[in-house]
Every structure is written in structure tokens, then in C-alpha cells.
């Protein structure tokens, strides 16, 4: 599986968001700064996110975004749901547009990709965003 950019940018800004936004909401601009991603860019994703429920924004002087739930309850298969679609890495080729399979009941391979998806989305449904950001904050930290 190979991710976009829209995935790999959408992660680094919310966890930037989740490091910076405890007390107050985090700039598009400041976001852009410190992860190296045009505000245009930024504003398309926090407009997808936003609509899932994952930031919320405020307008004004102080406005800005903070994310929309705890981070502890936002895994990264929410965020890569929304940023990507579907997480298949593997689609039987043998599926027609209507959902059905000739073959199906001959196949093995298709528990393969079966075993190959679910692998995948059990290892993003339970890496959840606060760990994200509690790994970042320590090697922040050790940084200097």
C-alpha cells in the first residue's frame, strides 16, 4: 500500500495540530511552517477533515484549528480514511463491478488479500493519533 501525499501530509499536520493546539487554536500558517506544507495544500486537507468530524476551526483574531476529538479516541484509520478512501492494498482481480467473483469458491488466493487488508486495517485502526503525538513530543523533547 502505498500512501499519497494527502495521507502523509494530513497525518504530520494533525500531529502538529495535537502538539501545539492544548491550550489554544493552531494557524494554518503555523502548521505550514513548521511541517514544510503550502497553506493551500493545508487548507484542502482541514476542509476534508473538518467535515469528518476530526478538526474543528473558529474564525476571527484567534481563531485557528484544534482537532475534533481526543487524540486518544482518533485512530490513523480515520485519518487516512478520510484523506484516502477506501485502505485496500489488494483487490482480488477477479471481482466484477457488481461485486461478484467467478471462482470464488475455488480461489485461495483471495484469502490472501483478505489476510493482506485486514493486517492493514488492524494495524491502523489501533495506532491511534495521541500515541502519534506522544512520540513526537518525546523526540521534540530529546531534540533539544
Same mark, same amino acid.
Given at each position: 500500500m502505498?500512501? $499519497?501525499?494527502? *495521507?502523509?501530509?494530513?497525518?504530520? *499536520?494533525?500531529?502538529?495540530?495535537?502538539?501545539? $493546539?492544548?491550550? =489554544?487554536?493552531?494557524?494554518?500558517?503555523?502548521?505550514?511552517?513548521?511541517?514544510d506544507i503550502s497553506v493551500s495544500y493545508l487548507e484542502q486537507l482541514m476542509a476534508m477533515l473538518k467535515k469528518a468530524g476530526l478538526v474543528t476551526s473558529s474564525r476571527g483574531a484567534y481563531g485557528g484549528y484544534r482537532l475534533?476529538?481526543? *487524540? =486518544?479516541?482518533? $485512530?490513523?484509520?480515520?485519518?487516512?480514511?478520510?484523506?484516502?478512501?477506501?485502505? =485496500?492494498? *489488494?483487490?482480488?482481480?477477479?471481482?466484477?463491478?457488481?461485486?461478484?467473483c467467478h471462482g470464488s469458491d475455488v480461489c485461495v488466493a483471495k484469502n490472501v488479500w483478505k489476510r493482506i487488508n485486514d493486517s492493514i486495517t488492524n494495524a491502523v485502526d489501533t495506532l491511534m493519533l495521541g500515541e502519534l503525538i506522544e512520540e513526537s513530543r518525546i523526540a521534540h523533547e530529546k531534540k533539544g
Amino acid at each position: 500500500m502505498k500512501l $499519497s501525499t494527502r *495521507a502523509r501530509y494530513g497525518l504530520k *499536520a494533525l500531529i502538529d495540530l495535537g502538539l501545539h $493546539s492544548e491550550n =489554544e487554536t493552531v494557524s494554518l500558517q503555523s502548521i505550514a511552517e513548521r511541517q514544510d506544507i503550502s497553506v493551500s495544500y493545508l487548507e484542502q486537507l482541514m476542509a476534508m477533515l473538518k467535515k469528518a468530524g476530526l478538526v474543528t476551526s473558529s474564525r476571527g483574531a484567534y481563531g485557528g484549528y484544534r482537532l475534533g476529538r481526543p *487524540a =486518544e479516541e482518533i $485512530s490513523v484509520g480515520d485519518i487516512l480514511r478520510v484523506l484516502e478512501g477506501g485502505l =485496500e492494498a *489488494a483487490v482480488c482481480p477477479g471481482i466484477e463491478n457488481d461485486g461478484t467473483c467467478h471462482g470464488s469458491d475455488v480461489c485461495v488466493a483471495k484469502n490472501v488479500w483478505k489476510r493482506i487488508n485486514d493486517s492493514i486495517t488492524n494495524a491502523v485502526d489501533t495506532l491511534m493519533l495521541g500515541e502519534l503525538i506522544e512520540e513526537s513530543r518525546i523526540a521534540h523533547e530529546k531534540k533539544g
